[in-house]
């Protein structure tokens, strides 16, 4: 399933979820970042995708995509967002 940031660019796919385990809600998705959205924020990798940790509390509507509420430039400042250890 792909994610999408608010105005429309390509954050990149989930791979994995983080749960909860005593109430068993998803707490974070696991996105493994386009190129692209990978060097804007930071998380370029020399030989493989970067996968990063997005709260839930940032995810506006889920269909056939992942809507985000913030924007790519509002996500290069958002302390929650960080590297996932696969």
Known sequence: ??????????????????????????????????????GDLGFKKRFRSATVCVPISLVSTVGDNILLKRTLDELTKHLEISECRE
Do not use: R, Y
Not at 10 to 19: A, F, H, I, S, T
């Open 1 to 38: 399933m792909f994610v999408i940031c608010a105005g429309g660019f390509d954050l990149g796919e989930v791979n994995g979820v983080e749960m909860n385990t005593d109430t068993w809600q998803v707490t974070h998705l696991h996105v493994k970042l386009s190129k692209p959205a990978a």
